[in-house]
């Protein structure tokens, strides 16, 4: 927030204005040591390094304002699985083959690797036995 956007606070020195905020029940603090602040939306993060942040308490609610260093990644779904060097296995595909074959987990991921994360594959390999 502003002097500007404060109406009467505008020629305030620091001092002043921390009082007048005071007796609004605005409070100011910034959180030490951050390193970064991640955003997480369903298909980007926004990774914020070198980050700053303050968080401004009025009347109970915060709201934290984050200064830094910017960089928008795009976001892997986290529902699906990946093993180390193995392709990623939607879970929908995981769920599928399982309620079309009542398997458990483990051979429904084991028949989509086998079948290279193919659904109806993986299900004719594993009725077929």
């Known amino acids: 927030m502003t002097i ?6 505008r020629g305030m020195n620091p001092r002043q204005m921390k009082q007048a905020m005071k007796k609004m029940g605005i409070s100011t603090d910034e959180i030490d040591g951050v390193e970064e602040v991640i955003i997480r939306t369903s298909d980007k993060e926004y ?10 308490t009025v ?4 709201n934290y ?5 910017e960089e928008v990644r795009t976001r892997g779904h986290s529902s699906d699985i990946k093993e180390p060097g193995e392709t990623t296995i ?7 083959v ?3 074959t009542g398997c458990d ?11 290279s994360g ?5 299900i004719i390999h594993i009725i077929s036995g």
């Open 4 to 9: 500007d956007m404060m109406p009467g606070m």
């Open 47 to 56: 990774v914020i390094s070198n980050a700053s942040v303050t968080v401004m």
């Open 59 to 62: 009347q109970g609610q915060r």
């Open 65 to 69: 304002q984050v200064i830094g260093d």
């Open 90 to 96: 939607p879970n929908e595909d995981v769920e599928l």
């Open 98 to 100: 399982i309620s079309q």
């Open 105 to 115: 987990r483990a051979a429904a991921i084991k028949a989509l690797e086998a079948t």
């Open 118 to 122: 193919q659904p109806a594959e993986a």
